[in-house]
């Protein structure tokens, strides 16, 4: 079964600051890495999408990398600002030796941009 | 359409009483999915539809919690006899295809009294 860690659980830091985010996941044989915002009282709203063939993926001020054989990906946030401030969670499918397209979620980090 | 919609955005009933919970793709995907997330917890899977095939139901909780997708597009969640653990934010989310990337709806929060 896959298991999806997240650390840190909570990051508060002032505005400016470069981060970094990591996800770790037990299960390598996966198809993708989703790494997903989320505000408080809303749905999630998706980041970046790396494929399994993918080393990493860019979009704006966000880098997401993906090591598949250390089980490891990360996202970097750039310049962080006030507005990045919410919980960002990670989810990879089941895994491929489980034939799974179903999502495993870690519990995310929930990250603070104090001005 | 624009994104995943859901409906009702919240919804108050009392224990014992059944509620069904709406999910509206996005046009042409084909895979959809249900989670609930309760008050300080992660996102648990509860149900997966893609296309025509039978669901995977694995992740339902309990047979007061059931689902269906008519005509490979809207879906409706039902819980049966509500009780109070079942009160939740109730997740919907769909891609193209299985294993595509995941976009969600607002949720619906639940809250059983």
């Known amino acids: 079964k896959q298991e999806v860690t997240q650390i840190p659980a909570a990051l508060s830091v002032p505005e400016g600051e470069n981060l970094v985010l990591n996800c770790s996941f037990t299960?390598?044989?996966?198809?993708?890495l989703q790494w997903f915002r989320q505000d408080p009282g809303k749905g999630l709203t998706s980041l970046l999408l790396i494929q399994s063939s993918q080393r990493e993926q860019t979009s704006g001020r966000l880098n997401a990398s993906l090591d598949k054989s250390s089980g490891r990906s990360t996202l970097y946030i750039a310049a962080s600002q006030p507005g990045d401030s919410a919980t960002y969670l990670c989810a990879v499918p089941g895994g491929a030796s489980g034939g799974s397209y179903i999502p495993t979620f870690g519990r995310g980090t929930s990250l603070i941009v104090h001005p | 359409g624009a994104g995943v919609s859901q409906s009702p955005s919240n919804k108050v009933t009392e224990k014992g009483k059944d509620v069904e919970l709406r999910c509206d793709p996005i046009s042409g995907h084909t895979a959809l999915y249900w989670y609930r997330q309760s008050l300080g917890q992660g996102l648990e899977f509860l149900i997966y539809f893609q296309g025509n095939s039978a669901p995977d139901k694995s992740g339902l909780p309990s047979d007061r919690f059931s689902a269906e997708r008519t005509g490979g597009s809207v879906s409706t969640l039902t819980i049966q006899r509500t009780q109070q653990e079942d009160s939740a934010v109730y997740l919907c989310?769909?891609?193209?295809?299985?294993?595509?990337?995941?976009?969600f709806g607002p949720g619906t929060r639940l809250t059983v009294l």
């Open positions: 989310a769909s891609s193209l295809v299985s294993g595509n990337e995941q976009f």
């Open positions: 299960d390598s044989a996966i198809y993708n």
